[in-house]
């Protein structure tokens, strides 16, 4: 499973790079927003910091001017994934920008049948939102289990994005479907390390061992 990390702060993208759990960047407007950076400034040097895609969204509505917008995102670096919405219009740019052999992103999915058009239009990921849909009472892990079946029934090569990652359950729910990315905050990823009884069992390790009074 790919680890993504949904953010474009630096500092904790170099921290987790560090450890090695950095395979791609997400991030979108709010995202961007969020950084007080200019937007194309920051994701080029988010694709200094891993080969992975680097998932930079578009924000023009019709299909045309994504396109246009894309291939300006895409000129950043080699690893910028462009993402586009989930409407007809961002389908139509996704079948151009893929043809065009440039990686893309759709996002904002909601339900297996948009996940099936933007397989259809040649995407590379899907992002399915668990988070959003667990938010207003629905099972957004049941969204990645339907669309993990309908790209197996018919071999769809589209990755499944898992976005909108709230917890590290929804990590571990995720690896047991099969999902083939996640994208997470960087506390979450950094949560999926902690238990209290690694702490409990490292503390008493490290108390028997200074009863030895020997040094490594
Ligand atoms: O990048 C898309 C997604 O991960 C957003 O998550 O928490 O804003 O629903 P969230």
Not at 25 to 38: F, L, Y
Not at 94 to 109: D, Q
């Amino acid at each position: 499973m790919k680890f993504f990390i949904d953010s474009a702060d630096i500092e904790a993208i170099k921290a987790l790079s560090d450890i090695g759990l950095v395979d791609g960047v997400t991030t979108n407007p709010s995202i961007i927003a969020k950084s007080g950076r200019d937007f194309k400034d920051v994701v080029a040097e988010i694709c200094t910091l891993t080969d992975g895609h680097v998932s930079a969204e578009v924000v023009a509505t019709e299909a045309p001017d994504m396109v246009r917008e894309g291939r300006t995102l895409h000129a950043i670096a080699d690893n910028v994934c462009v993402k586009l919405p989930l409407t007809l219009e961002g389908l139509k740019a996704c079948r151009i920008l893929s043809a065009e052999g440039t990686p893309t992103n759709v996002t904002l999915c909601f339900s297996a049948n948009q996940a099936l058009l933007a397989a259809k239009a040649g995407a590379t990921y899907i992002s399915p939102f668990i988070g959003r849909l667990d938010d207003i009472g629905l099972n957004g892990l049941e969204l990645i289990r339907d669309i993990r079946l309908v790209y197996d029934n018919y071999g769809y090569e589209t990755e499944i994005l898992a976005a909108s990652i709230r917890s590290v359950n929804h990590v571990r729910d995720c690896a047991l479907i099969g999902a083939d990315v996640i994208t997470a905050p960087p506390a979450v990823i950094r949560s999926m390390a902690e238990h209290p009884l690694t702490d409990k069992g490292l503390k008493a390790f490290m108390k028997d061992w200074e009863k030895t009074g020997q040094s490594i």
